[in-house]
């Protein structure tokens, strides 16, 4: 089976942009959760996703949001960025009879200048 | 907030040799992972120990699970080069955690051939 793909795998964005990060699970994996992994924060839960439904949410402000697809496929949207939110965003899936083991991606690289 | 915290923060060894790190935790778990993360890219599952086990093995790898005292232990034996990587702990919190883990700051080792 494919891994968890995610794309892109680095950006570049400015201050004030929004950006839109995509996620495929493994196949038949129908929960994707999202992480933000900074040197400072070290890896932060943001949301997971089961069945295009927001099961859980991170302490995060609203500026970030994210949804999931019929085909278990997931997107994050982190609008007005800022400094702050240059980071490397993760996404890992689970299958349904073991969400407690996660599969993780590559992650996006993103830079905010 | 992070709920594992590891120790040592970072760690430098040749190759042959055994790696030990500690992963503390501050509240009562049902299951504690251990992945690692390759310079910056995603992260590997590599052991999932439940709060009823107390030492487990996976190849190379020995974890050790110590409730009374909220510590794990990850044991790498013989290293070698391709062993170099960040080393996590994970939780998931109590309650309602669908898809979410806690991760610790983080082992960092580096082994020289």
């Known amino acids: 089976k494919a891994g968890v793909t995610q794309t892109p795998r680095y950006l570049i964005k400015t201050r004030g942009q929004q950006v839109t990060l995509s996620c495929s699970p493994i196949s038949g994996h129908r929960s994707v959760s999202w992480y933000q992994q900074t040197p400072g924060q070290g890896l932060q839960f943001l949301f997971e996703?089961?069945?295009?439904?927001?099961?859980n949410k991170g302490n995060f402000p609203g500026r970030f949001s994210g949804r999931q697809f019929s085909n278990s496929r997931s997107e994050m949207n982190v609008s007005t960025l800022e400094l702050g939110d240059s980071a490397l965003y993760l996404c890992?899936?689970?299958?349904?009879?073991?969400?407690?083991?996660?599969?993780f991606g590559p992650g996006t690289r993103l830079l905010v200048l | 907030s992070q709920q594992g915290e590891e120790d040592p923060q970072a760690l430098s060894i040749q190759e042959g040799e055994n790696a030990t790190m500690n992963c503390s935790y501050k509240t009562s778990i049902n299951n504690l992972q251990w992945y690692r993360q390759n310079s910056g890219r995603g992260l590997v599952h590599l052991i999932l120990?439940?709060?009823?086990?107390r030492e487990k093995h996976s190849g190379r790898l020995r974890v050790t699970l110590d409730t009374s005292k909220k510590s794990s232990s990850l044991l790498i034996t013989a290293s070698r080069a391709a062993d170099t990587a960040s080393y996590f702990c994970a939780t998931p919190p109590p309650g309602d955690s669908w898809g979410k883990l806690q991760f610790g700051a983080g082992t960092q080792v580096v082994v020289t051939p």
């Open positions: 890992a899936s689970s299958p349904d009879w073991m969400l407690e083991t996660q599969y």
């Open positions: 996703y089961f069945s295009e439904t927001q099961r």
């Open positions: 120990i439940r709060s009823n086990e």
